[in-house]
């Protein structure tokens, strides 16, 4: 397999993003990190694997605020980060999208603002609800928390957008195939929100896994949800 390129793209302002892109076919998996995370992660790395096995075109990138991309976490809007989204995939054309916790947030919403640039979605652990009770999970210096460890100050006009953002009606709103896939043992989201917004979403070409004992970073079940993908690429469009 050949190795994936760097790639920088300019977003104005002196704003960029950095990512890796391996050529081939289409249509591209897109993978999109979760808050607090980089693009080099385990499961984009498994991703990455698949891909090169296949022949198809891969591209991974550091949102806004992480790794070597602009920008501060917390200080970056999510509305920008949604927009970086729907830039790269003008970069890669319509591409399956694959995003894990904030990213899967992300994800679902440029399918929203972009349906024609997503074959199809896969959400993986959506951070559901993360947004909308934001405030609930700051400490009282503004700052919020990752499982890892790390701590940041949320921005007031970040955290205002947050939480005004309409998930309610984001699965109705999809009309995209959709995969959603979450643990049993997630501590961070619980996974009935999962269910709930599968429920919800209105495309019909749709499934749900719920991974037994599956925690929040699902790492180690990434081979099996690429097959999952893959499967519902394959009967929503042809494309295996």
């Known amino acids: 397999m050949s190795e994936p390129r760097p790639f920088q793209s300019d977003r104005g302002a002196g704003e960029f993003v950095v990512g890796d892109e391996l050529p081939g076919s289409g249509p591209a998996y897109v993978f999109v990190h979760g808050l607090g995370s980089v693009r080099a992660g385990e499961k984009s790395t498994s991703l990455l694997a698949h891909a090169g096995t296949l022949g198809r075109a891969f591209l991974r990138y550091d949102q806004r605020g992480h790794g070597e991309s602009s920008g501060r976490i917390g200080l970056t809007r999510v509305s920008d980060l949604i927009g970086d989204l729907v830039h790269l995939l003008g970069r890669t054309g319509p591409a399956i999208v694959v995003g894990s916790s904030l990213g899967g947030l992300v994800g679902a919403y440029a399918a929203v603002a972009r349906p024609d640039l997503v074959r199809a979605l896969a959400l993986l652990a959506p951070a559901l609800g993360l947004l909308r009770h934001l405030d609930r999970r700051l400490d009282p210096q503004g700052r919020l928390w990752t499982r890892e460890g790390s701590?940041?100050?949320?921005?007031?006009?970040?955290?205002?957008?947050?939480?005004?953002?309409?998930?309610?009606?984001?699965?109705?709103?999809?009309?995209?195939?959709?995969?959603?896939?979450?643990?049993?043992?997630?501590?961070?989201?619980?996974?009935?929100?999962?269910?709930r917004f599968f429920a919800a979403i209105a495309h019909p070409r749709k499934r749900f896994w719920l991974v037994p004992g599956g925690d929040h970073r699902l790492n180690t079940?990434?081979?099996?949800?690429?097959?999952?993908?893959?499967?519902?690429?394959?009967?929503?469009?042809g494309v295996g």
């Open 221 to 237: 079940f990434a081979a099996a949800i690429w097959q999952h993908v893959d499967e519902l690429v394959a009967e929503s469009s």
């Open 151 to 195: 701590g940041f100050r949320v921005e007031p006009e970040v955290l205002r957008e947050a939480m005004t953002l309409p998930e309610d009606t984001l699965p109705q709103r999809l009309h995209v195939p959709t995969l959603v896939v979450h643990g049993t043992d997630d501590d961070v989201i619980p996974w009935r929100a999962s269910e």
